[in-house]
């Protein structure tokens, strides 16, 4: 049996941060973990250096589940975005040896492909409805067979999910927290439109996504998904903030718009009223901030029971690492939806390289043994650390409100 001789914290910032564990073991394997939380990296950070790399000393690297158990139940405070990132990347970590030294990639070990590959939906997104559809063209033309939509407000200065400069979307990019303005009515005049050009242009067979990133009310969010069923969406992602999840019942009163929700939950506590009631169709959670493979597949297994599908979260804050994880969990298990895919920079690819792949709108994670995805700790260490936030959004009187 492998033991866990060492294990250290890599944070690098090839154009965004990500922290990542590599855990090594006394027959020279070595595993990774994706431990990235944007915009608190450095929590994270210490969680694992202060307390949770002395922890792993001397332990059976197979053991993944008791390893699990030992530092969820064994820390006191359980749950939270810190706590649950750090044991996932421990998480990955192990089932990336676990793999190397079965000589399989991981998700044989999780009982292997249950599907072609994993069906992933690509951004596209623009200042204005033309620049967003002619974006998702793009995507189109590149072999995505669905697409999230998002656009510039007419009357707001900048909107979630539109980059600003004409570059890609990168969620995260101020030393302190930048201000965006927002308008609700506003808003909720653009989307119908973008949806109706949308169809109009791009027809029916690809599967249009939208984003409303909590920024609404239940009774708002229930009038959008009304105004959008005739353009037929895959689905409304965090229509409402999900701490009131009582909320989405009243949602699903008004709009047959399938709903999805979870990229910032972080249990399967958090997921549990929202599945067993049926109030979402997919539930977003990563296996980076929820706990890693092990805990997305009770996630997953308990979702299943209700019909609900994955739909996990896969922004460029998520490091290969973590993709590479999605897509060997995504690839077995039975109720998998679908997964976003941002492709991250060229620099972000070459400190991470993988053996996951994107082909006919499908991605598969390839068939290294373990994860199939590594970090170049050399090229890492030439890329400083450099605080970053998410912005903060505040009503057009200044009022703060949902991000
Ligand atoms: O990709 C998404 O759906 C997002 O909402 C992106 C998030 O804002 C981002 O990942 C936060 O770190
Ligand atoms: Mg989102």
């Known amino acids: 049996m492998p033991k866990i001789v060492k294990a250290r914290v890599i944070v690098t910032s090839p154009r965004r941060n990500f922290v990542t564990l590599k855990i090594e073991c ?10 990235t939380l944007n915009g608190r990296e450095l929590a994270v950070a210490s969680y694992l250096a202060e307390h949770v790399v002395p922890c792993l000393i001397g332990r059976e690297a197979h053991q993944i589940e008791d390893i699990w158990q030992y530092l969820y139940k064994g820390a006191y405070w359980r749950r939270g975005p810190v706590t649950m990132t750090a ?34 939906y690509a951004h596209a997104n623009g200042t204005t409805i033309d620049d967003t559809i002619a974006a998702a063209k793009a995507a189109m033309d ?4 669905a697409v999230r939509l998002q656009c510039g407000v007419p009357g707001l200065p900048s909107t979630y999910g539109v980059a600003k400069h004409g570059e890609r979307y990168e969620p995260a990019d101020a030393d302190l927290p930048s201000e965006s303005v927002w308008s609700t009515s506003k808003y909720l005049r653009v989307v119908p439109e973008l949806f109706r050009v949308a169809r109009e242009e791009l027809g029916w067979d690809v599967h249009l996504l939208h984003d409303i990133h909590h920024r609404l009310t239940p009774i708002e969010a229930g009038r959008l998904g009304r105004d959008l069923e005739p353009y037929r969406p895959f689905w409304l992602e965090d229509a409402t903030p999900a701490e009131n999840q009582d909320a989405f019942r009243l949602i699903r009163q008004h709009t047959t718009a399938p709903l999805a929700v979870g990229e910032i939950f972080n249990s399967i506590w958090d997921c549990k009223t929202l599945i067993e009631n049926q109030w979402i169709d997919y539930i977003r959670a990563t296996v980076v901030h929820a706990g890693g493979i ?8 308990l979702a299943d029971l209700y019909q609900v599908r994955t739909g996990s979260h896969g922004a460029t804050d998520l490091s290969p690492i973590c993709m590479a994880a999605a897509l060997h969990f995504g690839l077995s298990i039975p109720n998998f939806g679908i997964q976003e895919h941002m492709p991250h920079t060229e620099e972000t690819d070459r400190v991470f390289p993988h053996a996951y792949s994107f082909a006919n709108g499908l991605m598969h994670p390839g068939d290294k043994p373990g994860l199939g995805v590594d970090i170049d700790e050399e090229l890492a260490g030439t890329h400083a650390y450099k605080r970053a936030f998410l912005p903060v959004n505040r009503l057009e009187d200044g009022t703060l409100w949902s991000w």
Do not use: S
Not at 26 to 35: F, K, L, P, S, Y
């Open 26 to 35: 006394d027959d020279g394997t070595t595993g990774v973990g994706d431990a």
């Open 87 to 120: 044991i996932a990347a421990v998480d990955m970590a192990l089932w990336d040896i676990k793999g190397k030294i079965a000589g399989l990639p991981v998700y044989q070990l999780l009982g292997g492909a249950a599907r072609e590959g994993c069906m992933v």
């Open 142 to 145: 590149a072999g995505y067979l």
């Open 294 to 301: 092990t805990h997305m597949r009770r996630i997953a297994a």
